[in-house]
């Protein structure tokens, strides 16, 4: 009887942690995914191609951000999302950066020396699957994932992730 109680909860919980007046500044497109869904293991591969799965990372909030160095808006947001990883705890929040670059992919690790990013994670898309899998039309896009492995909300576009807006956003979903 407590699992079922357990499962009727966490999804009111996901709800509540991310209440709407978070929605606001630099984070007014995210929009929250009510209830949370489950998401789809995808896999992708890390910068040694080491095959990874999104249910590796259980029990830690996820941002997934689907990106290309061919794509201006994602190149623009990359040092947010990079000083957004900087100030939150890497054992309870971790951005995933997954480039589509397919063959192009040999510019990642240049482009993230050249734009100083040093604490985010160079990850590839395995396949080109992660838009149809993750169900999405537009780079950017971000989505953010609770440590159940729930799709809490997402955000099309490049956003200001290191804002007061969007650290605040982050906290409420640890």
Aim: with cysteine; charged share 25%; glycine share 6%.
């Amino acid at each position: 009887m407590s699992g079922i109680v357990a499962a009727i909860a966490l999804p009111r919980l996901a709800a509540a942690a991310l209440p709407p007046t978070l929605i606001k500044g630099a984070m007014e497109r995210f929009k929250p995914t009510v209830p949370p869904k489950p998401m789809p293991d995808l896999e992708f591969l890390d910068a040694q191609d080491k095959p990874m799965r999104l249910a590796d990372l259980t029990g830690k909030v996820r941002l997934i951000n689907l990106w290309a160095t061919w794509c201006a808006p994602c190149v623009k947001e990359m040092p947010s999302l990079d000083r957004l990883q900087a100030a939150l705890p890497k054992d309870k929040f971790v951005v995933l950066p997954i480039s589509l670059d397919g063959p192009s992919r040999a510019k990642v690790p240049p482009f993230y020396k050249e734009k100083g990013l040093t604490h985010l994670g160079i990850y590839y898309d395995k396949g080109r699957k992660a838009m149809s899998t993750l169900d999405v039309s537009l780079l950017p896009t971000s989505i953010l994932v609770d440590p159940a492995g729930r799709e809490i909300g997402r955000i099309e576009g490049d956003a200001d992730w290191d804002s007061p807006e969007g650290i605040a956003l982050m906290k409420a979903a640890l």
